[in-house]
């Protein structure tokens, strides 16, 4: 197959924001409508959502490692030593992924927070961007990117968080955050 990018590029959607996810799912979206291939690799993610329904329809390869970090409690030991296990498989499937460059673009979707929780090293995705096929457009989201992420990438959108109706009690809705 013919690569559809001449130079594809890397980009970080980060910040404590809603829409990281959503502004990936967007391109994603866009390139498909194109008629590029498109994979999204969730890390952390097992919620049902109306993402994974959405990528299905609209002919996009989605995978989803499931991980058991909770975001409001600390894990134990051996509960940490288990996700970094799972984590570390994940990305070794998702270096085979993006090297094969079977696909224009790939989204590492909240691969930023598994790195600021240390279940992956930095210099592992610092190595697959550099190593990564020319043509494949790669977007990393999630809070807390590393600066040396930040350095290796091309375009940095940070989403900022002003108000936001959890503030306010209202749990997430289906549709709408999931």
Known sequence: ??????????????????????????????????????????????????????????????????????????????????????????????????????????VLDEINFVLSQRLLKVKDLLLLIKNKPSSVELVLTGRYAPKSIIRAADLVTEMLEIKHPFQRGVKSRKGIEY
């Open 1 to 106: 197959m013919k690569p559809r990018l001449e130079k594809g590029l890397v980009q970080v959607y980060t910040g404590n924001g809603k829409g990281k996810t959503t502004a990936a799912m967007g391109l994603a979206a866009r390139a498909v409508g194109r008629g590029s291939r498109v994979c999204i690799l969730q890390f952390l993610k097992s919620r049902p959502s109306g993402e994974v329904t959405s990528a299905r329809k609209l002919g996009i390869r989605l995978i989803r490692f499931p991980g058991t970090l909770c975001f409001d409690r600390r894990l134990n030991r051996e509960e940490m030593s288990v996700l970094k296990g799972q984590m570390q498989q994940a990305f070794s499937r998702t270096e085979k992924i993006v090297r094969k460059g079977q696909y224009d673009l790939v």
